[in-house]
């Protein structure tokens, strides 16, 4: 068999040091399928912005461009560009710019638009960030809204509660009219027993729902675990629904564990032990290869 050249990811979010969102997770999560994750840091915090008082900033907006440009002279490729969090209107400008420089004609452009939570802009967002975000957005092959960043994307009215199958795909349908092939809606409860992910790809006409029962805790960096663990099973040829499925199971696994521990929700999910079964639903050849390689007892 032919042996396929291992996949590439640029992940472009922040670094908070403590507390696993962004790059944190990204990183051992996109390598844990076998994906080589090459990471540009947009900036440095002690913690997440997210319920941690006194958290320290370093913002890393003039290294993005140098990265990229010293990147692009090494004639590297990527077979998908990951961003999430960023830290202001500039850096999406920046980040735009680095699309530009950084995209072959494969690469999967992947915008989490991280900006708001429960109805509300994050804190550290000017007003018109979201304007920004949706520029980024046009840009993207496949965005990962929660509800509320979907809200603010369309210009409309952030909506609390269970959202019928409809409006879902209405909301997805005018996602896809800010110009990404693929959009995935996180938080959906279509009958407020069940929670996960509508999704729609415009290429197919095909909408799909991943969910799985509610837990009522609310874990910092969900977001960030559910959207790595799609842009990786995307990577690797999934289709948009069953990337949706593996992503939303690796998910939720993470939550129940944490909650089982009793963790503080600013501390992230502990996705680290269902890192072992996600590498091996990402990579069956690999490990049918590895079984060969120990004799078939593996
Ligand atoms: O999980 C998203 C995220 C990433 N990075 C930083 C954040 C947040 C959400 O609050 O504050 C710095």
């Given at each position: ?6 996949k ?40 997440h ?11 890393l ?5 140098p ?40 690469t ?12 509300k ?8 960030f ?6 980024l ?24 509660g ?10 997805l349908?005018?996602?896809?009219g ?14 407020g ?5 509508a999704?729609?790809?415009s290429s197919?006409?095909?909408?799909g ?6 837990i009522d ?8 675990v559910f959207?790595?663990a ?11 629904g069953?990337?949706?499925?593996a ?36 990579a ?14 593996a």
């Amino acid at each position: 068999m032919e042996n396929e050249r291992q996949k590439r990811v640029a992940a472009i979010h922040d670094i908070s040091c403590f507390g696993r969102c962004s790059l944190t997770v990204a990183l051992p999560i996109l390598s844990a399928a076998g994906i080589e994750t090459s990471a540009i840091p947009t900036a440095v915090l002690s913690t997440h912005t997210g319920g941690f008082a006194g958290y320290t900033y370093r913002d890393l907006t003039d290294e993005i461009l140098p990265v990229v440009r010293h990147w692009r002279s090494l004639g590297l490729g990527f077979d998908a560009i990951y961003t999430g969090f960023l830290g202001s209107s500039e850096q999406i400008g920046i980040v735009m710019e680095a699309f530009g420089l950084l995209k072959g004609g494969s690469t999967l452009i992947a915008v989490d638009p991280v900006m708001a939570d429960n109805g509300k802009l994050y804190s550290t967002f000017a007003p018109d960030f979201p304007d920004g975000m949706r520029k980024l957005c046009a840009k993207a092959d496949l965005i990962v809204p929660n509800l509320t960043e979907a809200a603010l994307l369309l210009g409309e009215e952030y909506r609390e509660g269970p959202c019928a199958p409809e409006e879902s795909a209405r909301m997805l349908r005018a996602l896809c009219g800010i110009g990404p092939r693929m959009a995935v809606l996180t938080g959906v409860s279509h009958d407020g027993v069940q929670l996960g992910a509508a999704s729609y790809d415009s290429s197919t006409g095909e909408f799909g729902y991943a969910g799985a029962r509610r837990i009522d805790s609310m874990y910092h960096g969900t977001g960030d675990v559910f959207a790595s663990a799609l842009v990786a099973a995307l990577i690797h040829g999934r289709s948009l629904g069953g990337a949706c499925d593996a992503a939303v199971r690796f998910t939720v696994g993470a939550i129940e564990r944490t909650r089982a521990a009793g963790t503080d929700s600013r501390f992230g999910v502990d996705f680290e032990a269902g890192l072992g079964a996600f590498a091996r639903e990402m990579a069956p050849m690999d490990a049918a290869a590895e079984g060969c390689r120990n004799g078939g007892t593996a």
